[in-house]
């Protein structure tokens, strides 16, 4: 029996800016020369990376740059360390930057702290692109830490300035700066979380709360993802988290409820599309 499920998708959903500018680029590459270059997935989202692998783009890791010479490589919205802008020099390599303004602007607030002899801290994920590039601005010697625990037993200067991976929680963010100070720390704190990110937090709340469930589409290595599922599973406990139509297969939909669809900023309209194509068809 059809479950005549009512589906909407979340018209603020879908790709950040910064996403679109390099989707954009390597596709009008792809289009004129067939083939380029990828520093990484281009985005967290591995069905939108299998679209682009199918028209040519090649992923590569850092280890594969320095064995190319005189080809094109895009380094994607994350931005990139300057070791990598120095290998490609030194390789003949055209760099096709698409790095987010947002992440360049924080890159050039780091590097300058950094020539002044700051001592910096970074909240952000370990290992993330993102924040890889941003330790690079300062040789590596900023202090990179996901949660204030990791704090307790390391021996902080008594000043130092506080910056952010982009996309984290802006909540987040100024908790841990308060309970620095409090501790007794001189932080200057640089709020550098991008409100495109951030804005969707109160929205994206508001929608969860406005159908029966809530399917969350998002790339399982989207720390984006992740954080934004979290916001909609507290606004609304109906809440699924799927990276394709496939795995909705398994979840319970009684007749006739009502379905948001929503995603990361690292998540295709298109994906979210088939997604609901499939719920309407249950």
């Not at 120095?86 to 050039?108: E, F, G, M, R, Y």
Request: some cysteine; overall charge negative; glycine content about 6%.
């Amino acid at each position: 029996m059809a479950k005549n499920l009512q589906v909407t998708i979340d018209k603020d959903s879908g790709f950040c800016f910064g996403v679109v500018y390099a989707i954009d680029m390597a596709e009008e590459i792809l289009d004129n020369e067939g083939t380029l270059y990828c520093l990484g997935d281009i985005v967290h989202n591995d069905e939108e990376v299998s679209r682009l692998k199918s028209k040519g783009l090649k992923i590569i890791e850092h280890a594969d740059l320095v064995g190319l010479r005189d080809v094109k490589v895009l380094i994607r919205a994350h931005g990139e360390a300057p070791d990598t802008y120095k290998i490609a020099l030194a390789n003949n390599i055209t760099l096709i930057d698409a790095s987010c303004p947002v992440v360049l602007k924080l890159q050039n607030r780091i590097k300058t702290s950094y020539d002044a002899e700051e001592r910096i801290l970074i909240f952000g994920k370990h290992g993330h692109a993102e924040v890889v590039g941003l330790q690079g601005q300062t040789d590596n010697e900023a202090l990179v830490f996901q949660s204030l625990d990791e704090l307790d037993n390391v021996l902080l200067p008594d000043s130092f300035t506080l910056y952010s991976q982009t996309t984290k929680s802006v909540d987040q963010f100024y908790a841990i700066r308060d309970e620095l100070i409090n501790r007794g720390y001189d932080v200057k704190a640089n709020d550098t979380i991008c409100r495109q990110v951030s804005n969707r937090y109160e929205e994206l709340g508001e929608f969860a709360r406005s159908y029966d469930r809530i399917v969350f589409v998002s790339g399982k290595k989207s720390s984006n993802g992740r954080v934004l599922y979290e916001v909609c599973k507290s606004a609304n406990p109906n809440s699924y988290f799927v990276s394709d139509s496939s795995e909705l297969n398994d979840l319970v939909f009684e007749t006739g409820e009502t379905i948001g669809i929503c995603g990361a900023t690292s998540t295709p309209m298109w994906l979210m599309k088939e997604v609901k194509l499939h719920l309407e068809e249950l």
